[in-house]
Each structure stands twice: as structure tokens, then as C-alpha cells.
């Protein structure tokens, strides 16, 4: 086997920077911990290249949780620096379209830098036989910077925005890896009237008040993506003086269309997978109530409702409007959606809200069957809210913050509810009683047909419990707003190093980081079969104290791919009381340093005799479901074992075509076709094997790659 020394984050280093026609778009990463996003330097979030995101964990990370989501700010009667007065100024981001040239500029530093990332601590390095698997560090903007981050966060990304509209934006986003807090990100943000309308020094706007500042939000979430349509209910808490929290969120439908109750989109292979149970959602957590008045103005937001996310109002930039549709923007985000222009809710709420608020009817809480009865429907509806009005005079600021957050039952329920539900056996949570009492969402009450049976119901209801955890990642993350950002935090993860070795994986580590914690207490490792729908972590190794930092897995299975990542713990008696409103032992986040990138695989000493060389599995059968497969999360994955110490592997077609060359270097007895998966049964061009007989020359070599003469056939059949 080729050693090649790499790092596969190079392939990503194009995510640190993009540019489409006209736009810069840098951003950065946030990947800590189960809830990962990228922070544009210009704010932007909406459905242009850097929109689409919010990846969770529960499919690892490999579907996005939002469309877009827009940011616009309004003010009136204000003068530009040619002295024309705008009865109505509207500057931002739309749900479609930013630019960063002339409405939200990202205001380079010295170094010409738009967009930074500070770390607590050192990112560990990550190494699975001789390929290294971590992120560069540091990329341009990047820095190990404690002393630059509120709080005890993980990491912080920060930019600075100017706006035509003479209104500067500091924007901080916040994230933290330990098991409380990682479900969410907290966006904090500050509006300043500088005045200035561009990226040089010159304030254009010297002295001028911005009047009636209002801040609009609106999100297209999608959380139960199905095909190209995106089937969500939108809900709304916050909106009455007795609320806990102030949120809007979004969670999966039963599709009009579909055959049977796909809430959760169960699949109907024989996996029985729910593929999208999740829950995604925005919370306020603090309005400032003005700019000499820091404390909470709790009636915020005043105004919110659902919309069409085709409306061009929604979407474009001020300058792509007429006066008309900013005017019909101004009195849809200030004065409530229920103008009936356009296609906006025009059900107004009218009891137990804050006084003077505005509010449409919450549309799951419609009396709607469908998502698509909904008279604003076309595509996909979204969801928006803003706060205001204010003042600013000139050099005034106000504080803005809230949390992007997502919500979801466990991988593993998804699993045991969905293969449940497939064979018909669906229970339901502890405490429902079918017909009785369960968690249905308001539409249930109306419609109860939506679900076709107790074993739909029972499924849904698992579904439905995801709400519990979105509102308790949100309130985990309004508590750290109010505790300063003072979250409880883990000792540093440890740079790992994985090897394949006969008999047994390697893993080892460095204590050098994680040790400086002062109530540091030990290690832990855990393994996992990276395989779809079902990678189980399991904890094999507890290491108490310093001084040990190497561990040798020796029960994994041969040929099995596996990856792992170590942690290190505290003794949780120096730690903070945390959400839960109690001291725990805390270790680091396993994002930081685990290795499904790069699998490592136990291996067999080489075999002294040359016909013991097989190939397994033989004969290779694609067809074969994943759960029959002989390397359970490798479905392309040829082994060639008990292979002398170093030899190198020809394979012929039945026509004697070579069309694979293997260099078989590491000592053991075994091999597999191709270093990465991407690379399993493929030729020396890239292209897949097809079905056939096949034949490999074994060709035995000394230590230093010299042939030694010996030589061996063997054939293997592959069914495509």
C-alpha cells in the first residue's frame, strides 16, 4: 500500500474563499459539533452560493436544514449624500440576491481580510495511516485566540459589514462542541449608524438619524427535504407575555401526494430509515429596547407571519424594486402581513398577544389539511418576523442577537422507529395512548386522517417529540445568552495518530493540549463501522489520569473498516452549573478529531506460503443489500489477503487486459483494491470494473521493492 502523506482539507480549502460573477461570498466553517454551518463575511444567508445550509448530524451532515434566509433593514425619511430624500430606505440581504459592492460591503481589515476565526484552542491534527484528515490550520483569518472570544466559546467568527444605508453591522457567531450546546449557533449582532455608505474612510452621512430602524428576518427552512420540494409546517412561540422563549421553526409534512403517511419521510426499502424527523428553527434572544437602554424588549419581535418565498419582495434588492413594493415591504415587515398584497397570511391573531404586536395566525394552527392549501403557496412558504421601530442618531448602536437551532430524535430512534414502522410494529413514546393523549401538531386535531393507522400514528409521534428538543436546544442556547456566554467547557481534544497494524488498530494521541485543563481526569476512545443510516459509536477504552496515550484495538474484525475519535474528560467538580442547572463531567467534542474520513482496518501478519493468497469476498456481488455485504459500510471493497510482507498485485481482465496495478508495502498480509472508497474496484483510469472473471498477478518483492521471482494466480469473479 502507497503511504502518501496529505491532507484531504485541501480539497476544501475552495470553501474558505468562493466568488460568483460579482460577489466575494468568503466565508468560513463552523464544524465543532453536531450542528454545523457556514458564517458569510457580507451576512448573507440567502439562496444565492452561499446559501442552502444548516447541516445537522442526524444524516451526517449531508443535507441542508434551510433554503435561504433574508436580512433587510428599513428606515424612513432618509437623505442620501446627493441630498435626495427616500420616504422609505430599505438596504439588507434578500432571500435571493446580495451584493456585496454596493449594499452590504464587507469592510476588509489591514491584512485585507473580510472574515476571521478565532479558536479557543489549537484544532487537533488527525492522521489515519499516513493521510492526514484535518482541515488546514491555519487558513488566511484564522488564529488560536482566546482572549478575542465573549465568553468560554469553542470558536467565534467575526466580520464587519457596511450598508448603503449608512448602518454598519458587526456581526459575531458563536458555537460551542460540549454535549449541552452543540445542537445550536448564537449570532450576535450589532447595528451602529456610522454613516458611512461605502468602504472608504468618509462618512457620507455625517450626523444624519436613521428614523423608524426596523430589522427584518425571514427564513425559508427545510427540514424534510423530499426530491427537489421541501414539505415543512411553519410554527411560531413567543408571541403572548407569558412565553418562555421566541421562536419560528419549521418541521416535516405528510405530502398531499404521497400514498401513505411519509411524515418524517420513512423509507420503504427494508432499512425502514426516517430520513427527516428533524426540527429547524430561529430564537430570539435578546432585542435591545434602545440605544441608551440595554435591557430586553421582550415584546420583540412585533410583527411576524408566513409568506410565499417567490414574492419578488421577499427576495430582491432595494434597487430591483419600485417605489410600490418597497412601500408594500415597509407595511408587510412593520405593520403586520395582513395587507393582502402580494401573497401573505391575512389572519391576523387578536387575543393574549404583547399590545401593539402583530401577529398572523400561525399556519400549522390554519385549520389546513395540506401545506399546499395554504393561499400563499406556490413553491415553498417561509417564515419571517421584525423588531423595531428605533431611532438612531448618529453613532448610536443597538444589540441584536439569536440562535439558529435544530432539534431531532437520535439517530438510533430513527432507526428502531423506522424499521418499527416499515414491519408495522410501531410503539409509541412513553405516556401516548392512541386515541387518547399523544404530541400531534395542531392540524391533527382538525385532520386526524393524516395518519392511517395507530402504527402511522405511532411513528409520528417520535417524529413530533422532536419539538422537545428543539425548544430545549433553544433555551440552552437563550441561558448561555444570559449567562454571558459563560458555558461550561471540556478540556482541548487531542491530536490523534490511527494505524492499521497486524492484528490490531493503533490508536494513539497527545495529551499536550487536553492537560492543560486543571481538572483534567482521562481519556476516552470510541470506534464505529461508518455505514449509512447506522453508525453506532461505542466507548472500548476508558483511560483514567496522564501518562498513558496509546491504545491498541485488538477486536475489531479483518478487513473492516472503522473510525474513531478520543476524548478528553474532566472530573466535573471545578466545572460551572450548566443549563441543566447542575455540574457534570464534560469531554470534548468528538467532531473535533473523528476519522470517518479515513477508515482504518485491522490486518493479518503475511502469509509464508503464496497459495494461501485470497480474494474476498469471492465472488463480489454488488446486488447485494448493504447488510449482506462482507465489509459492512464498503460496498465496492475487494480484499486481497494473506498476501506475502510486500508484493505487488496485477489485475487482468479475462482478454489479459491490465487494467489495476496494486503496491502491496506495509509488512502485513492484507490489501484492499483501491486506498480510499472512492478508489474500491476501479481501474487505473478511474472507470468501475464491470461483471466478469478476472485474474491477479501476485508478484513477491523484498523489503526494498525488488522482485524476488516468486510469483502467483489467482481468480476471482465479479457480478455487476
Not at 467547557?489 to 492537560?515: H, Y
Request: overall charge negative; aromatic content about 14%; charged content about 25%.
Amino acid at each position: 500500500m502507497k503511504k502518501i502523506f496529505i491532507t484531504l482539507a485541501l480539497c476544501v480549502i475552495f470553501s474558505l474563499f468562493v466568488y460568483d460573477y460579482s460577489n466575494a461570498d468568503a466565508f468560513k466553517w463552523i464544524r465543532i459539533g453536531r450542528f454545523q454551518d457556514r458564517i458569510v463575511d457580507s451576512i448573507n444567508q440567502g439562496e444565492s452560493i452561499s446559501g442552502r445550509w444548516m447541516y445537522y448530524y442526524y444524516d451526517d451532515f449531508r443535507r441542508e436544514n434551510t433554503q435561504q434566509s433574508a436580512t433587510y433593514l428599513f428606515c424612513t425619511n432618509w437623505t442620501d449624500h446627493n441630498g435626495t430624500l427616500h420616504p422609505i430606505k430599505q438596504t439588507g440581504v434578500g432571500g435571493g440576491r446580495v451584493d456585496e459592492l454596493t449594499v452590504t460591503m464587507p469592510v476588509p481589515d489591514a491584512e485585507d481580510i473580510t472574515i476571521r476565526t478565532y479558536y479557543r484552542n489549537a484544532p487537533p491534527t488527525i492522521t489515519v495511516d499516513g493521510w492526514r484528515i484535518e482541515e488546514f490550520f491555519p487558513q488566511p483569518g484564522e488564529e488560536v485566540a482566546p482572549d478575542k472570544i465573549p465568553g468560554s466559546a469553542d470558536i467565534m467568527v467575526e466580520s464587519t459589514v457596511n450598508t448603503d444605508m449608512g448602518v454598519t453591522i458587526s456581526q459575531k457567531v458563536l458555537a460551542w462542541s460540549q454535549m449541552n450546546h452543540d445542537d445550536y449557533h448564537i449570532y450576535d449582532w450589532t447595528f451602529t449608524n456610522t454613516g458611512n455608505v461605502d468602504l472608504d474612510d468618509e462618512i457620507e452621512l455625517q450626523g444624519q438619524t436613521i428614523n423608524d430602524f426596523y430589522i427584518w428576518r425571514a427564513t425559508r427552512f427545510g427540514p424534510a427535504r423530499i426530491g427537489r420540494r421541501y414539505k415543512n409546517w411553519y410554527s411560531r412561540y413567543g408571541e403572548h407575555p407569558t412565553d418562555s422563549l421566541r421562536i419560528r421553526y419549521a418541521y416535516s409534512a405528510r405530502r398531499s401526494s404521497a400514498s401513505f403517511d411519509d411524515v418524517g419521510y420513512p423509507s420503504t426499502s427494508r432499512q425502514g430509515w426516517l430520513n427527516h424527523p428533524e426540527y429547524a428553527g430561529e430564537a430570539t434572544l435578546y432585542v435591545q429596547k434602545d440605544p441608551d437602554d440595554i435591557s430586553d424588549w421582550e415584546m420583540q419581535p412585533s410583527v411576524s407571519g408566513n409568506g410565499n418565498c417567490d414574492v419578488v419582495i421577499a427576495n430582491w434588492l432595494w434597487y430591483q424594486l419600485s417605489s410600490d413594493d418597497i412601500a408594500t415591504q415597509y407595511s408587510v415587515f412593520t405593520q403586520g402581513f395582513d395587507t393582502k398584497v402580494g401573497k401573505w397570511d391575512n389572519v391576523m391573531q387578536t387575543e393574549g398577544i404583547w399590545p401593539g404586536t402583530k401577529h398572523s395566525i400561525r399556519m400549522d394552527e390554519q385549520g389546513l389539511k395540506w401545506v399546499k392549501d395554504n393561499h400563499f403557496y406556490t413553491w415553498h412558504p417561509w417564515t419571517g418576523h421584525s423588531s423595531g421601530p428605533w431611532d438612531l442618531e448618529f453613532g448610536e448602536s443597538i444589540r441584536y442577537v439569536y440562535s439558529k437551532v435544530i432539534g431531532s430524535i437520535s439517530q438510533r430512534l430513527g432507526w428502531d422507529v423506522g424499521n418499527a414502522w416499515f414491519n408495522g410494529e410501531a410503539e409509541p413514546p412513553p405516556g401516548m395512548v392512541y386515541g387518547v393523549t399523544d404530541n400531534m401538531p395542531p392540524q391533527y386535531t382538525v385532520h386526524p386522517d393524516l395518519y392511517d393507522d395507530a402504527n402511522d400514528w405511532a411513528k409520528d409521534c417520535w417524529v413530533f417529540t422532536g419539538k422537545d428538543s428543539l425548544f430545549k436546544n433553544a433555551n440552552a442556547s437563550q441561558w448561555a445568552f444570559t449567562e454571558n456566554y459563560e458555558v461550561p467547557t471540556a478540556p482541548a481534544a487531542p491530536s490523534i495518530v490511527i494505524k492499521s497494524l497486524p492484528d490490531k488498530i493503533r490508536i494513539e494521541w497527545d495529551g499536550t493540549e487536553s492537560e492543560k485543563a486543571t481538572d483534567f481526569a482521562g481519556y476516552r476512545i470510541y470506534r464505529a463501522v461508518p455505514v449509512q443510516y447506522s453508525t453506532w459509536w461505542e466507548r472500548i477504552a476508558d483511560i483514567s489520569g496522564s501518562g498513558t496515550y496509546q491504545y491498541d484495538d485488538a477486536t475489531a474484525s479483518r478487513g473492516v473498516g472503522y473510525a474513531y475519535y478520543v476524548t478528553a474528560y474532566d472530573n466535573g467538580f471545578g466545572n460551572l452549573t450548566d443549563v441543566n442547572g447542575r455540574k457534570e463531567v464534560l469531554e470534548s467534542g468528538m467532531y473535533f478529531n473523528e476519522t470517518s474520513l479515513r477508515k482504518a482496518s485491522l490486518t493479518r501478519p503475511p502469509s509464508s506460503t503464496l497459495s494461501d493468497i485470497r480474494v474476498v469476498p469471492n465472488p463480489f456481488n454488488i446486488t447485494l443489500g448493504e447488510a449482506d455485504m462482507h465489509y459492512p459500510g464498503d460496498k465496492d471493497k475487494i480484499m486481497f489477503l494473506d498476501l506475502p510482507g510486500y508484493c505487488t498485485i496485477k489485475i487482468y481482465t479475462e482478454s489479459v487486459d491490465l487494467i489495476k496495478t496494486l503496491y502491496h508495502t506495509d509488512g502485513s498480509g492484507d490489501e484492499a483494491w483501491g486506498d480510499i472508497e472512492e478508489e474500491y474496484s476501479a481501474t487505473d483510469d478511474g472507470q468501475i470494473i464491470v461483471s466478469g472473471i478476472y485474474i491477479a498477478l501476485i508478484e513477491e518483492n523484498n523489503v526494498d521493492g525488488a522482485a524476488t521471482g516468486n510469483t502467483h494466480f489467482v481468480k476471482f469473479v465479479i457480478i455487476r
